[in-house]
């Protein structure tokens, strides 16, 4: 008889919803005409993409035309920070990010940098969290952009968008978020924010894989990554993918039911209370205390591995805060950047729950936990 797989790793990637799979089959064979056509055949293939990216502005509470659909996370990330600076900065123009990015933001910034601009990689706090003031420093009057994600994929902090929103519109820069961990699980209203850009990847919401969207203020010039046809009001060439424009309007519909994830974080919170006392002082919580997604928990077990600890329970599936190479024990950028000691960091894991967790798959992986952390 197969064992009870347990699967804690929804910051990595989500199923497909069923509400969404059902979208997508309803539009899988038909419309399929071009988006573009004006004739019969094209007009309900746009219908189809404008009820998409309406129900995406819906959750952002944005207009319809500020949203942009693209493949994905890194490719709205990317667009954000390239296309800013090929529309408003080229050399010597200066970029303003943090050094608990995902690479989505941290590999176009090395980029750029061979480019001409000037990039600001600000620290962060023991939890995490970039202090606001800090980016009131680093503004020049070169700075075209500041870019910080809403909430840290790994640890789950959640930074002070809105008020680093007050210092970058005082200044005339733009702000750009990569909200790909956030948006479905925490308010991601980008008047709320006061964002300029803001991501979002479409399989971390219950939607494909190969889709998500860039929120762009109406105003705002972007410069295409991908030159050709007006497509997406000129700021992405390519005709539109109906079906998954379709499936990311129908996750983000549904999720709009999920914001906050009260029962979610009852479930971590009940998650690391079994941990603490199982293990006490031997198991330390990493990220924010408070300021955290609902449904994240990173935790580290002092003088373990925590690749070593998921060998040996294979039939959980979640992630670890370090990696070996060659035999050496290496803690991911975003532990390092929070000055996590290597000891507490190499047997770090986290444990990202979604809307099929239940109580006794925590109860099962805590009773895991103990009979291998010994």
């Not at 319809?64 to 890194?74: C, I, L, P």
């Not at 680093?138 to 680093?164: F, R, Y």
């Amino acid at each position: 008889m197969p064992e009870h797989r347990i699967y804690l790793d929804f910051n990595a990637t989500t199923p497909l919803a069923p509400e969404v799979a059902q979208a997508m089959s309803n539009i899988l064979v038909d419309p399929f005409g071009n988006p573009s056509s004006g004739h019969w055949a094209g007009r309900p293939a746009r219908q189809a993409v404008d009820a998409a990216r309406a129900q995406v502005a819906a959750l952002l509470g944005c207009l319809d035309d500020e949203v942009v659909f693209t493949s994905g996370g890194s490719e709205s990330d990317n667009l954000a920070l390239k296309g800013v600076f090929f529309a408003r900065g080229g050399p010597g123009a200066h970029i303003v990010t943090t050094q608990v990015e995902h690479p989505a933001i941290l590999e176009p910034c090395r980029f750029l940098e061979r480019l001409g601009a000037r990039v600001t990689v600000l620290p962060v706090d023991g939890y995490g969290r970039v202090d606001p003031e800090d980016v009131r420093r680093a503004i020049t009057p070169q700075t075209i952009l500041v870019s910080v994600m809403h909430a840290n994929n790994e640890v789950g902090t959640i930074q002070p968008i809105a008020e680093i929103a007050r210092i970058t519109r005082e200044h005339g820069v733009l702000l750009h978020t990569d909200a790909a961990q956030s948006v479905g699980k925490i308010a991601t209203r980008v008047g709320e924010l006061g964002v300029d850009l803001l991501t979002v990847a479409g399989h971390k919401l219950y939607a494909p894989k190969g889709v998500g969207a860039l929120y762009v203020r109406r105003g705002i010039k972007l410069e295409p990554l991908i030159h050709g046809a007006a497509h997406e009001s000129g700021r992405r060439a390519g005709t539109e993918n109906i079906l998954l424009d379709a499936a990311l309007g129908a996750a983000c519909e549904l999720a709009a039911q999920w914001i906050g994830m009260d029962s979610l974080r009852e479930l971590r919170d009940h998650f690391w209370q079994q941990l603490q006392a199982r293990f006490g002082e031997r198991v330390v919580l990493n990220g924010h205390p408070t300021e955290r997604l609902p449904n994240t928990l990173n935790v580290s077990f002092a003088g373990k591995v925590g690749a070593e600890i998921l060998a040996r329970i294979p039939e959980v599936a979640a992630s670890t805060g370090s990696a070996c190479h060659s035999g050496e024990i290496m803690l991911s950028p975003v532990l390092k950047a929070m000055q996590v000691s290597p000891e507490t960091g190499m047997g770090a894991l986290r444990f990202s729950l979604g809307r099929s967790t239940t109580r006794q798959e925590i109860d099962e992986t805590v009773a895991r936990l103990a009979e291998v952390v010994a």
